[in-house]
């Protein structure tokens, strides 16, 4: 959870490292609430596709599979082939983490 940890304490400095939050955050508004919510959207869009090539996509991943080095070798998206996209996939398991 150190990916985590990062991601909140970069929030943090981002917004509040001045203290601020004691004032601004102790009424319920759209401002505050808003730069929080956008912040973690665009944490999950940057993370979560990064971490999808990173693992099935990317001339690394075919790296570690060919040397046995990967812990399951075998490609969750595509079993077949091998070759995962980045928005599809032949078992539809891609498709349903993206809408989920």
Request: charge should be negative; aromatic fraction near 16%; hydrophobic fraction near 40%.
């Amino acid at each position: 959870h150190a990916l985590d940890l990062g991601v909140t304490l970069l929030c943090y400095w981002l917004f509040y490292s001045s203290g601020s939050w004691l004032v601004e955050c102790r009424e319920w508004r759209i401002g505050w609430v808003s730069s929080i919510f956008l912040f973690n959207l665009a944490c999950e869009v940057i993370i979560c596709n990064f971490w999808h090539y990173f693992n099935y996509v990317s001339d690394l991943y075919k790296t570690l599979v060919k040397r046995g080095i990967k812990h399951n070798p075998t490609n969750q998206y595509e079993p077949q082939s091998d070759e995962a996209g980045m928005l599809t996939s032949s078992t539809g398991q891609l498709e349903r983490e993206i809408t989920f």
